[in-house]
């Protein structure tokens, strides 16, 4: 009986589905709008719906311009015990047009990533919840009770801007840590390192883009504060 429990805590921390077992649920879908694809570990794909959970190491794919998805994590990802029965909020993201994504480390239990090879997000946590690593092609970034937006394209590189709190990214070419501070911005080009902190008024004389598939309009927020 023991041996038995070991293996099936075992499957479960590296996002197996094991019989009778329960994938390991960190959020919630509050928001889905069309057509978003989810394809849990070990699970065929599904179409995403409102109130679905989220299963730690779900890749999810949104097609189309208008295709939007906001998770509401419902468990730190630092394995910090959250009451689901209170939906209590410790963090929220939210996605926008096409997109590809994992949500949460599928290789080992309670490891705080999510991994963007594809789209624009923003993701706010609370202060208190336990960081999370945001890891590009470009670059790793590290978020801690903060506001803050992503783009991620094969043209652009990474680009990160900081509206509340720090955040610190490390390029995977190279060079030192830098770190964004409120109002802030960053682009990390592919194959490149981070450039130099910028002040967010300097994004109106910046052609980031150029002829671009996104408009830097699309990541104007409102005043920094709590998800709500």
Do not use: Y
């Not at 910090?80 to 997109?99: A, N, T």
């Amino acid at each position: 009986m023991r041996a038995a429990a070991v293996i099936g805590i075992a499957l479960m921390g590296i996002g197996l589905l094991g019989t009778g077992a329960a994938a390991e649920e960190i959020g919630i879908a509050a928001v889905v709008k069309p057509k978003v694809q989810a394809f849990p570990p070990g699970a065929p794909p599904r179409e995403l719906e409102r109130r679905n959970p989220i299963e730690r190491g779900t890749r999810v794919k949104l097609e189309g311009r208008d295709a939007f998805l906001r998770v509401d994590f419902t468990r730190a990802f630092g394995c910090k015990q959250i009451s689901l029965d209170g939906r209590r909020v410790s963090g929220v993201l939210k996605i926008l047009g096409p997109s590809d994504a994992e949500l949460g480390g599928s290789t080992s239990s309670c490891e705080p990533k999510v991994r963007f090879s594809l789209g624009r997000f923003f993701l706010a946590l609370l202060p208190g919840e336990p960081p999370i690593d945001v890891d590009t092609p470009e670059a790793v970034s590290g978020v801690k009770g903060t506001l803050v937006r992503f783009l991620v394209h094969p043209l652009v590189g990474t680009f990160v801007a900081v509206d509340e709190g720090v955040v610190s990214v490390q390029a995977k070419a190279g060079g030192d840590p830098v770190e964004v501070e409120a109002g802030q911005w960053v682009l990390i080009p592919p194959g490149g390192l981070a450039t130099r902190p910028a002040p967010a008024n300097s994004l109106d004389d910046l052609n980031v883009l150029g002829d671009p598939p996104f408009q830097l309009r699309d990541f104007t927020t409102g005043p920094p504060g709590p998800p709500q």
